[in-house]
């Protein structure tokens, strides 16, 4: 039996408690919804097999809990991350506020060498909700993205009826994957890997 | 936070607050909305009050075949937990009375005579003492109810042996009455209590309904209890511990029961800021676990407790084993863990049986599935057999053990 080796990424989902990190996950790995989901406490565990640009990968998914104090636990989920996802709640202020204490929180407790290139995918959920609830409005977003200066990518999304959810992992699954190329080059410079690219720097906001 | 915000937020606890205390502001249900009766009461209702829907996204472990030797079926345990609710049952829910089933509703003889049996060595174990013109319910500790809480408290003494072991069984007024006055105040936790509220027990049918019945009281405990212990607060994983509780015990003694369960059991030291003494447990659990062949396969997937352990730990095992499991977890716990270190040591050893069960999964498999398997919900058919070895571990954990053989050996030795 030939079976072509997966490449393993971990990503690590953040985000305000009940802003549907758990439900994403769900939407993205089993395709369904339900609103039966129960807390997370501590950590969740769900992997994922896809296929992005032609190379096999196993999406490792760690879903945590999002009351606020129990980042202080968030280290041994952190630790290894190849991409790291926050979520907010495009119907809750409070929630996208959270979205750089969040970042920065996971930066710092992974003090990772170059801040400014480890991928952020942000997630502005539940849009799926009436549209004169939402109170952080898309421009808000992508304009934080923009002048947060770092790797980040911005996508809205709804977990409810899966859109976009689909095309949000798939651009997840590829920032871990140029990630995890940069780490391998720069840990084994003997290694053959050829997929390092410095143009990637400016921050970029695929929406 | 600006005070724009710090108004909003106010305004945002008051309307959480009043939707849980004031009938006439439930909101409307919208047709879509799967809130009815129907919905509400349908599927199959276990002994404990837990519906089985397949709307559920339940993890739980599949187990391949050939792999079931440790999980035996207990043929006893499994007819006892597909007894009906009546309908009698049910609609006392509405009003969130205490919740006691009756044994009278086993439709398996032989599993009924057993749990008779049981219970009438329960009354004689039973002793009944007036106190201003109360009867109080109390049970020595000796080693026959030890041995006898090990083997399970049968369902209808529950409610009485949880009260008296926690201590709560004599009158408690000033703090009943401190919980009333908790109950009407402010407290910022509201918006995560309510998050967490609808999603801690969705498969209960004592909590199923929004806003009302079971979901009022599990609010108004945790929302008393945040106020009560300002220095922790309200932290996820104290609503599934109140959920077991509202599922035995009557609002007030719930409330009183998480108190006992927090200060004299010592579950608060688990729960402090930054965690310290969780990550502590951690650590000691690690160490154990290296004189099990699973630990060290467990290390060599790269695989630490804090992956796993924080939610059986915060929650005492809810949804991380079957609920008549977990039941069998809590008479010992409450018995035994008369102080923080009884009851984390209480929490190793069940974790530890857990693990040793778990053995024959873990040593077979790959990191995916190994957490799969751990962070789901451990299918546990043999309660006993569980029990069993949460008993040797509670008298002896394996570093214990492991110096205990040394000196033993040593001594064969001079």
Same mark, same amino acid.
């Given at each position: 039996?030939?079976?072509?080796?997966?490449?393993?990424?971990?990503?690590?989902?953040?985000?305000?408690?009940?802003?549907?990190?758990?439900?994403?996950?769900?939407?993205?790995? *089993?395709? $369904?919804?339900?609103?039966?989901?129960?807390?997370?406490?501590?950590?969740?565990?769900?992997?994922?097999?896809?296929?992005?640009?032609?190379?096999?990968?196993?999406?490792?998914?760690?879903?945590?809990?999002?009351?606020?104090?129990?980042?202080?636990?968030?280290? !041994?989920?952190?630790?290894?991350?190849?991409?790291?996802?926050?979520?907010?709640?495009?119907?809750?202020?409070?929630?996208?506020?959270?979205?750089?204490?969040? $970042?920065?929180?996971?930066?710092?407790?992974?003090?990772?060498? *170059?801040?400014? !290139?480890?991928?952020?995918?942000?997630?502005?959920?539940?849009?799926?909700?009436?549209?004169?609830? $939402?109170?952080?409005?898309?421009?808000?977003?992508?304009?934080?993205?923009?002048?947060?200066?770092?790797?980040?990518?911005?996508?809205?999304?709804?977990?409810?009826?899966?859109? *976009?959810?689909?095309?949000?992992?798939?651009?997840?699954?590829?920032?871990?994957?140029?990630?995890?190329?940069?780490?391998?080059?720069?840990?084994?410079?003997?290694?053959?890997?050829?997929?390092?690219?410095?143009?990637?720097?400016?921050?970029?906001?695929?929406? | 936070?600006?005070?724009?915000?710090?108004?909003?937020?106010?305004?945002?606890?008051?309307?959480?607050?009043?939707?849980?205390?004031?009938?006439?502001?439930?909101?409307?249900?919208?047709?879509?909305?799967?809130?009815?009766?129907?919905?509400?009461?349908?599927?199959?209702?276990?002994?404990?009050? *837990?519906?089985?829907?397949?709307?559920?996204?339940?993890?739980?472990?599949?187990?391949?075949?050939?792999?079931?030797?440790?999980?035996?079926?207990?043929?006893?345990?499994?007819?006892?937990?597909?007894?009906?609710?009546?309908?009698?049952?049910?609609?006392?829910?509405?009003?969130?009375?205490?919740?006691?089933?009756?044994?009278?509703?086993?439709?398996?003889?032989?599993?009924?005579?057993?749990?008779?049996?049981?219970?009438?060595?329960?009354?004689?174990?039973?002793?009944?003492?007036?106190?201003?013109?109360?009867?109080?319910?109390?049970?020595?500790?000796?080693?026959?109810?030890?041995?006898?809480?090990?083997?399970?408290?049968?369902?209808?003494?529950?409610?009485?042996?949880?009260?008296?072991?926690?201590?709560?069984?004599?009158?408690?007024?000033?703090?009943?009455?401190?919980?009333?006055?908790?109950?009407?105040?402010?407290?910022?936790?509201?918006?995560?209590?309510?998050?967490?509220?609808?999603?801690?027990?969705?498969?209960?049918?004592?909590?199923?309904?929004?806003?009302?019945?079971?979901?009022?009281?599990?609010?108004?405990?945790?929302?008393?209890?945040?106020?009560?212990?300002?220095?922790?607060?309200?932290?996820?994983?104290?609503?599934?511990?109140?959920?077991?509780?509202?599922?035995?015990?009557?609002?007030?003694?719930?409330?009183?029961?998480?108190?006992?369960?927090?200060?004299?059991?010592?579950?608060?030291?688990?729960?402090?800021?930054?965690?310290?003494?969780?990550?502590? !447990?951690?650590?000691?659990?690690?160490?154990?676990?290296?004189?099990?062949?699973?630990?060290?396969?467990?290390?060599?997937?790269?695989?630490?407790?804090?992956?796993?352990?924080?939610?059986?730990?915060?929650?005492?095992?809810?949804?991380?084993?079957?609920?008549?499991?977990?039941?069998?977890?809590?008479?010992?716990?409450?018995?035994?863990?008369?102080?923080?270190?009884?009851?984390?040591?209480?929490?190793?050893?069940? !974790?530890?049986?857990?693990?040793?069960?778990?053995?024959?999964?873990?040593?077979?498999?790959?990191?995916?599935?190994?957490?799969?398997?751990?962070?789901?919900?451990?299918?546990?058919?043999?309660?006993?057999?569980?029990?069993?070895?949460?008993?040797?571990?509670?008298?002896?954990?394996?570093?214990?053990?492991?110096?205990?053989?040394?000196?033993?050996?040593?001594?064969?030795?001079?």
């Amino acid at each position: 039996m030939t079976s072509p080796r997966r490449t393993l990424l971990k990503v690590v989902i953040l985000g305000d408690s009940g802003v549907g990190k758990t439900s994403l996950m769900n939407q993205f790995v *089993n395709h $369904r919804f339900s609103r039966e989901y129960k807390a997370t406490i501590g950590a969740d565990f769900l992997t994922k097999e896809l296929e992005v640009d032609g190379e096999a990968i196993t999406l490792q998914l760690w879903d945590t809990a999002g009351q606020e104090r129990f980042q202080s636990l968030g280290v !041994a989920f952190y630790r290894g991350a190849d991409c790291c996802i926050v979520v907010y709640d495009v119907n809750n202020a409070k929630s996208f506020e959270s979205v750089e204490n969040w $970042r920065s929180e996971f930066l710092e407790q992974t003090s990772s060498l *170059n801040n400014n !290139a480890f991928p952020f995918v942000i997630l502005g959920n539940q849009i799926d909700k009436d549209p004169s609830k $939402r109170t952080v409005p898309l421009n808000h977003a992508l304009s934080y993205c923009k002048n947060q200066g770092g790797n980040l990518t911005h996508f809205e999304t709804s977990a409810k009826d899966g859109t *976009n959810v689909s095309i949000a992992f798939e651009s997840i699954a590829r920032s871990a994957l140029e990630n995890s190329s940069h780490e391998d080059y720069a840990s084994d410079l003997t290694g053959s890997i050829s997929l390092l690219n410095n143009t990637n720097e400016s921050g970029s906001c695929a929406c | 936070m600006d005070s724009a915000s710090s108004f909003q937020t106010t305004n945002e606890t008051q309307r959480i607050y009043s939707l849980y205390n004031n009938s006439d502001l439930r909101p409307h249900l919208s047709p879509e909305s799967d809130e009815t009766d129907e919905y509400l009461l349908s599927g199959h209702v276990d002994r404990y009050g *837990n519906v089985e829907t397949d709307s559920l996204p339940l993890k739980q472990l599949q187990l391949k075949p050939g792999k079931k030797k440790f999980l035996r079926l207990d043929k006893a345990a499994k007819h006892l937990t597909q007894r009906v609710f009546y309908a009698q049952d049910i609609a006392r829910f509405n009003d969130c009375d205490i919740f006691t089933p009756h044994l009278s509703s086993i439709n398996i003889a032989k599993a009924e005579d057993k749990e008779n049996n049981r219970a009438k060595k329960w009354i004689d174990m039973c002793q009944v003492r007036m106190e201003s013109g109360n009867q109080v319910f109390e049970f020595c500790l000796n080693k026959k109810l030890i041995r006898r809480t090990f083997k399970g408290v049968p369902d209808c003494w529950r409610s009485t042996a949880w009260s008296s072991f926690l201590g709560i069984n004599t009158e408690k007024k000033a703090l009943t009455e401190q919980y009333h006055r908790l109950c009407e105040m402010e407290c910022a936790y509201d918006i995560q209590i309510d998050l967490d509220v609808p999603r801690t027990a969705a498969s209960h049918i004592l909590f199923r309904r929004r806003y009302f019945g079971g979901q009022r009281s599990l609010f108004r405990v945790l929302h008393a209890f945040a106020l009560f212990m300002p220095s922790i607060g309200y932290v996820q994983g104290m609503a599934s511990i109140t959920v077991v509780l509202l599922s035995y015990l009557p609002e007030d003694s719930a409330f009183l029961a998480l108190v006992a369960i927090m200060e004299k059991h010592g579950m608060q030291k688990l729960y402090t800021l930054g965690f310290t003494n969780l990550l502590t !447990a951690f650590d000691t659990l690690k160490n154990e676990l290296e004189y099990l062949p699973t630990g060290s396969k467990l290390s060599d997937l790269g695989i630490e407790p804090s992956a796993f352990v924080t939610r059986w730990y915060l929650t005492i095992f809810h949804q991380c084993v079957p609920f008549h499991t977990q039941l069998r977890i809590w008479d010992v716990l409450l018995l035994m863990g008369s102080d923080a270190d009884k009851t984390i040591r209480l929490l190793q050893a069940v !974790a530890l049986a857990l693990l040793r069960g778990l053995e024959e999964v873990i040593m077979d498999t790959d990191f995916e599935g190994a957490m799969q398997a751990l962070s789901g919900t451990i299918p546990v058919q043999n309660d006993n057999a569980l029990m069993a070895h949460v008993k040797q571990y509670w008298h002896e954990m394996p570093s214990e053990a492991f110096e205990r053989r040394t000196r033993e050996a040593c001594g064969m030795v001079h």
